[in-house]
């Protein structure tokens, strides 16, 4: 079953029924096309959900008024919306928008057509979602504990 995405919130609802990634070996000792088959494989996206991206992200970034995420540089603020001499509107980010499509496009999920815009406006960046959830109950999801209070 395809899950259509229209804002990121929805994701967030979708991951409460997303399959887990499979977690990797600490060590490995056999051939690198048993690791890849058993530990890699399974975990990329189909080239279905991939190619589906793709056309809703191109047909996004064809209207004038798209708006881009982009890597905040130095001279620019997170969750700030610039533009530039020639029009073009980016928001600077950190690196959780691309986190949150590699791992939207892991699960199979697809941006709904025509919503494409609204994905990316509702995107966040991790230091805003990171008061909207207990680091915490993060690191628990993931699988991992937190030893020191830094």
């Known amino acids: 079953m ?5 804002t990121a919130s929805d994701a967030r609802t979708a991951t409460q029924t ?7 070996p600490a060590a490995f000792d056999g051939p690198l096309e048993e690791l890849i088959e058993q530990y890699i494989l399974p975990d990329l996206p189909t080239a279905s959900v ?16 798209a708006l881009f995420l982009l890597r905040a540089v130095s001279g620019t603020a997170r ?3 610039y533009r530039t001499n020639d029009g073009t509107r980016f928001r600077a980010t950190d690196n959780a928008p691309a986190w949150w499509v590699h791992a939207m ?8 057509m025509g919503a494409f815009g609204d994905v990316v ?8 979602m990171l008061h909207r959830v207990p680091l915490r109950q993060l ?8 030893t020191s209070s830094t």
């Open 121 to 128: 406006k509702s995107c966040q960046t991790t230091f805003s």
């Open 139 to 146: 690191m628990l999801q993931a699988g991992t504990s937190r």
């Open 105 to 112: 496009l892991a699960q199979g999920y697809e941006i709904a």
């Open 2 to 6: 395809t899950v259509l995405i229209r």
């Open 18 to 24: 997303a399959r887990p990634l499979i977690r990797s």
């Open 50 to 65: 991939v190619a589906a991206f793709h056309h809703a992200f191109a047909e996004y970034i064809a209207h004038s008024d």
């Open 79 to 81: 969750r700030v919306t």
